[in-house]
Antibody, heavy 119, light 108 residues
Framework: DVLLVQSGGMVVKPGGSVRLSCAAS????????LHWVRQSPGKGLEWISQINWDGSSRFYADAVKGRFTISRDNSMHSLYLQMSSLKTEDTAYYYCAREGTGWNYFDFWGQGTPVTVSS | EIVLAQSPVSLSLSPGERATLSCKAS???????LAWYQQKPGQAPRLLIF???SRATGVPDRFGGSGSGTDFNLTISRLEPEDFAVYYC?????????FGQGTKLELK
């Protein structure tokens, strides 16, 4: 079975940094692009970043560009999101997701990691 | 950036009824890269429909997607109790993904 298991929740002060991780199993990790999507409390979904199969292409939403860095380690079957210069508006549940082949959809999701940015 | 507007914001229906959810894009969605997701409280989103009308693996055939260009619909032919949730449309274009704000399908 395809599984994406995310690291635990975190509380961080404004201006601080954290790294989220997402461990994959049940599929050939290096064959798939991966994404991060977040959801602020009581709000909708917001795509924030994408990385292709080998990490050579990365894209970011404007809201996080220059502050967040997506990366992957294919040998460890893991996806990461380094979040820096955090703002209170970055408080959200963060989901990793696998992109299905060919049609830019997200077919499997992690369970989500809550990140709270508060002084 | 392509903006997706979903309507209605909320919809109250009873089991057995038909639900039609709308998603309108501010620009043409390229190659019909339009998907629908279902999210229940405390859970991650679940893929229902991709490429406008293709059902994801394991999705019941009471779920159907249609549309093209800027206008898309998700139809649930006969509501089951487990279908009451929030539904999001999502598009891919210009190297960005955007989600609609969601439609909450509530039990009447």
């Amino acid at each position: 079975d395809v599984l994406l298991v995310q690291s635990g929740g975190m509380v961080v002060k404004p201006g601080g940094s954290v790294r989220l991780s997402c461990a994959a199993s049940g599929f050939t990790f290096a064959d798939f692009s991966l994404h991060w999507v977040r959801q602020s409390p009581g709000k909708g979904l917001e795509w924030i970043s994408q990385i292709n199969w080998d990490g050579s292409s990365r894209f970011y939403a404007d809201a996080v560009k220059g502050r967040f860095t997506i990366s992957r380690d294919n040998s460890m079957h893991s996806l990461y999101l380094q979040m820096s210069s955090l703002k209170t508006e970055d408080t959200a549940y963060y989901y990793c997701a696998r992109e299905g082949t060919g049609w830019n959809y997200f077919d499997f999701w992690g369970q989500g990691t809550p990140v709270t940015v508060s002084s | 950036e392509i903006v997706l507007a979903q309507s209605p914001v909320s919809l109250s229906l009873s089991p057995g009824e038909r639900a039609t959810l709308s998603c309108k894009a501010s620009q043409t969605v390229s190659r019909n890269f339009l998907a629908w997701y279902q999210q229940k409280p405390g859970q991650a989103p679940r893929l229902l429909i991709f490429r406008t009308s293709s059902r994801a693996t394991g999705v019941p055939d009471r779920f159907g997607g249609s549309g093209s260009g800027t206008d898309f619909n998700l139809t649930i032919s006969r509501l089951e109790p487990e279908d009451f949730a929030v539904y999001y449309c999502k598009q891919y274009g210009q190297m960005r993904y955007t989600f609609g704000q969601g439609t909450k399908l509530e039990l009447k």
